[in-house]
Nanobody, 116 residues
C-alpha cells in the first residue's frame, strides 16, 4: 500500500523556521521525483519545490528561504523552511512522481500556520 505521510507542520511566528518531512512507503522511493506543494485557503495548489531522482532541485518563488532534500535510505523527503512569512500559511502536500510512467501519489497534507 502506497503511503506518503507528512509531518512537522504547526504554528510558527513570522521569521521562524519549520522542517517538514514526508515518509514514503509502498513504492520504490528512489525512482520517483519528489515535490512539495502547498494550498492556501481559497487558492489553488501550487508547487513549492522539486527534487529529482538524481538530486537536482528546482524551486518556485520561495528559493532562498526553502530547501528541499531527500534521504533515499530513509525513504524521506524534507522541506526546510526559514524566514517564514504569514503568506506561507497553507496546507503543505508531499507528491511523488515517476516521470517514465506518470504514476503520481499524494500525501494527506500538513498544516503550516505563520502568525504572531
Amino acid at each position: 500500500q502506497v503511503q506518503l505521510v507528512e509531518s512537522g507542520g504547526g504554528l510558527v511566528q513570522p521569521g521562524g523556521s519549520l522542517k517538514l518531512q514526508c515518509a514514503a512507503s509502498g513504492f520504490t522511493f528512489s525512482s520517483y521525483s519528489m515535490s512539495w506543494y502547498r494550498q492556501a485557503p481559497g487558492k489553488e495548489r501550487e508547487l513549492v519545490a522539486t527534487i529529482s531522482v538524481g538530486g537536482g532541485t528546482a524551486y518556485a518563488a520561495m528559493k532562498g528561504r526553502f530547501t528541499i532534500s531527500r534521504d533515499n535510505a530513509k525513504n524521506t523527503v524534507y522541506l526546510q523552511m526559514n524566514s517564514l512569512k504569514p503568506e506561507d500559511t497553507a496546507v503543505y502536500y508531499c507528491n511523488a512522481l515517476q516521470t517514465a510512467t506518470g504514476r503520481k501519489y499524494w500525501g494527506q497534507g500538513t498544516q503550516v500556520t505563520v502568525s504572531s
